[in-house]
Structure formats: structure tokens, C-alpha cells
Nanobody, 120 residues
């Protein structure tokens, strides 16, 4: 059973920064970050594949950066210039399979989520 454990969430004012981390029990081909705001569907934020390819949601391009450590078992999301609309529960996800549409929530393994709150 693959386990994913997120950390790094918190509260910050608009314009601030946070870095999320996700530790996986094993390395997977695809790892990503998703978020869910109250009353909204879960949406893809950023995904990275083992080959190094990254995909970002338009709403976070230029502000967020997804990365991994050398073992590819720790996933990071550096979030800069945060906005109130970035508020939500952020989930780490991983899957061993390739998938043609990276930001779709088609991942087998999910973390428990970490809250990010951005105030104006």
C-alpha cells in the first residue's frame, strides 16, 4: 500500500508564500498536487512525471513550482504570490501509470490533504 503524507499547509496573507511537501512510501511515475475549495470540485494544480515533464494549471503558472527530490519520493509545491482564490485543501497524488491528461484527477493514491488559507 502506497502512503502519501503532506505537510506545510497554513495561513498566509495575500502575496505571501508557502511550500508544501509530500513524502511517498515509494516512487511513482506520476505525482501531483490537487486542491479543493469549499463548494467546488477538486482541480489539478501541478503534475510532474518521472521523465521530468511538468504541467501546471493556468491559474498558477508563474507562481507555483512543482519539484521532487533526487529519490523522487518527496514532492514539493512552492507557492509564491498567493491569492485568496488559492485557498483550499491541497492533496498530493501519485500513480504508477501514464495518463494523457495530466491535470485530471485520475490518480490511484491520495494523501489526506493539508489546508492552505490565504487572506486578503
Amino acid at each position: 500500500q502506497v502512503q502519501l503524507v503532506e505537510s506545510g499547509g497554513g495561513s498566509v496573507q495575500a502575496g505571501g508564500s508557502l511550500r508544501l511537501s509530500c513524502v511517498a512510501s515509494v516512487s511513482m511515475y506520476r505525482q501531483g498536487w490537487f486542491r479543493q475549495a469549499p463548494g467546488k470540485e477538486r482541480e489539478g494544480v501541478a503534475v510532474i512525471e518521472r521523465i521530468g515533464a511538468t504541467t501546471y494549471a493556468d491559474s498558477v503558472k508563474g507562481r507555483f513550482t512543482i519539484s521532487q527530490d533526487n529519490t523522487q519520493t518527496t514532492l514539493y509545491l512552492q507557492m509564491n504570490s498567493l491569492k485568496p482564490e488559492d485557498t483550499g485543501i491541497y492533496y498530493c497524488a501519485a500513480d504508477a501509470r501514464r495518463y494523457p491528461r495530466p491535470l485530471e484527477a485520475v490518480f490511484r493514491y491520495w494523501g489526506q490533504g493539508t489546508q492552505v488559507t490565504v487572506s486578503s
